[in-house]
């Protein structure tokens, strides 16, 4: 192609000048091989004589693969004495060497974990990925679940795709979906073949966080609706001086100690307590212990209590019920043939029946409140 178009003279020149360039590369490269050696051997005698430069020099191309005088196994003395003088690099190269098991150097991990951690405190690249892939190996010794989420973060940080892809993945599995889809979306490259894995994931949390968003929100409106609605249906009761059915309202529906406050004061104010329903006043009895609302419900109680009323609470186990029973059964007096043989034994007194329904009350509220089916702490029941 360069002789073309040429005179005969100018073509055979143009083969020349070919000829000679093909000469001085091949010469180039042939010098190179020596030039390399000399460097080399230079930088070996320069370490031995204290230069932990020249170590560095002479580690990093022994270990280098595209080195004639590749030798993993001679640069570690060189390599080591570097690290031991902060060279990161060099800490970094003899953690890729232990690690892969290069050449005569047996694969060791604990080795390669320790330059690795080394390095990458030094900020080396190469450190921080062994690290990661020396802790986060199952099955092996160094192990360590803590360790290889640390060093993901920072290979992530760093730009490792791959770190980015594995540590978003694991925090998705331990519940942490916000920061797991932020990393994925994070290192996601649109339109690069290499990022499909992660842009799939991220754009996947993403959708998934934005539907249940949606949904949260919804359901929010719905309650905040349906509390209106029941506002509404109290505030007509109570326009309607309804006290009864207001208080009815709140406690059964409603379920607001706040709102069932507010009928009875209410009622009370309006000197209308004698329609609210006797059971009513029990109720109010459990939900408010002490207070306004418990004296009124109080005095309720005490207006319309009977000899025999357990109020809300199971009368069958006080004193005295079971001979009641057996009374109202037709039963008289015990036969005198039946006596005791000590007749001055004295019975210890039973729990009187305030205190059974007090032991009732109690046990109700553990079961609820601490058990197995545990109310909310902001249920009437728990307060």
């Not at 539907?211 to 509404?232: D, L, M, V």
């Not at 406050?261 to 000197?271: D, F, K, N, Q």
Request: glycine content about 8%; hydrophobic content about 40%; proline content about 5%.
């Amino acid at each position: 192609m360069l002789a073309q178009g040429l005179s005969p003279r100018g073509a055979a020149l143009g083969k020349l000048i070919l000829l000679f360039l093909a000469l001085t590369v091949c010469a180039a490269s042939v010098q190179a091989a020596p030039q390399r050696a000399g460097t080399l051997q230079a930088s070996i005698a320069a370490c031995d004589s204290g230069d932990r430069a020249a170590c560095t020099e002479a580690g990093m191309l022994l270990s280098d693969v595209d080195n004639a005088a590749y030798d993993p196994f001679l640069s570690l003395r060189f390599l080591q004495q570097a690290c031991a003088a902060n060279q990161a690099a060099t800490c970094g190269r003899l953690a890729l060497i232990f690690y892969a098991g290069e050449g005569d150097v047996e694969r060791d991990l604990p080795s390669a974990g320790n330059f690795a951690i080394r390095a990458c405190a030094a900020q080396d690249r190469d450190g921080c990925e062994v690290a990661e892939a020396v802790f986060a190996e199952p099955g092996s010794p160094q192990f360590d679940a803590e360790k290889a989420l640390r060093y993901r973060r920072v290979n992530c940080t760093y730009g490792n795709r791959r770190s980015c892809i594995d540590l978003a993945r694991i925090l998705y599995t331990m519940d942490d979906r916000l920061p797991a889809e932020q990393i994925a979306l994070n290192a996601c490259v649109p339109g690069d073949p290499a990022s499909e894995e992660v842009c799939a994931f991220g754009n996947r949390l993403q959708s998934l966080r934005r539907k249940a968003e949606a949904e949260r929100e919804a359901a929010i409106r719905a309650a905040r609706g349906a509390q209106a609605r029941e506002q509404t249906a109290f505030d007509r009761y109570m326009a309607e001086r309804d006290y009864d059915g207001a208080l009815y309202y709140a406690l059964y529906h409603m379920r607001s100690k706040a709102h069932a406050e507010t009928a009875i004061l209410s009622a009370s104010r309006a000197g209308a307590l004698s329609s609210i329903f006797p059971d009513h006043f029990y109720v109010l009895e459990y939900w408010f212990p002490s207070g306004p609302v418990a004296q009124i419900a109080a005095s309720g109680i005490a207006r319309t209590r009977r000899a025999d009323d357990c109020g809300i609470w199971n009368c069958t186990n006080t004193p005295g019920a079971s001979s009641a029973r057996w009374r109202a059964a037709g039963g008289g007096k015990a036969s005198s043939s039946y006596r005791s043989s000590s007749p001055s034994f004295t019975p210890s007194p039973g729990p009187s029946s305030t205190d059974i329904a007090k032991q009732t009350r109690d046990k109700y509220r553990s079961y609820n409140c601490t058990g197995s089916r545990r109310l909310p702490d902001s249920h009437p029941v728990c307060q």
